[in-house]
């Protein structure tokens, strides 16, 4: 069994959870659904990104949501945004930037 972490800023605001909040009803349990799935290890769709450390799940429905992430461990999922196509990638900058920053304050509490 995997478990999700979402990211956090230092603000204490999550982005995902933001972006998820935005969602309709339907959504939101479609989504809710494939992470799930995920949590047993069956990850769907997904794709590592170009260039990144990244990698994202993909959603084949509405506008085409994705889910950006890091698999941590054997046992950890980080998330850190979502957003849909048309979005893509200014999504995967800040989700980089979001990434750069959790390892930064992990090294210096850590």
Sequence with gaps: ???????TKESGRCPYDDWFSTLDV????RISGRIERLIEGHYGETRKLV??????????????????????DDVLILFLAGG??????E????????????????????
């Design 51 to 72: 260039k990144s450390e990244l990698s994202e799940l993909k959603f084949k429905f509405g506008t085409g949501y994705r889910i950006y992430y890091k698999d941590l």
């Design 91 to 110: 999504d995967i900058k800040q989700a980089e930037k979001y990434y750069k920053d959790y390892l930064e304050r992990l090294n210096n509490n850590g």
């Design 26 to 29: 339907q959504t939101q349990v």
């Design 84 to 89: 849909d196509k048309s979005n893509q990638k």
């Design 1 to 7: 069994m995997k478990e999700i972490v979402y990211y």
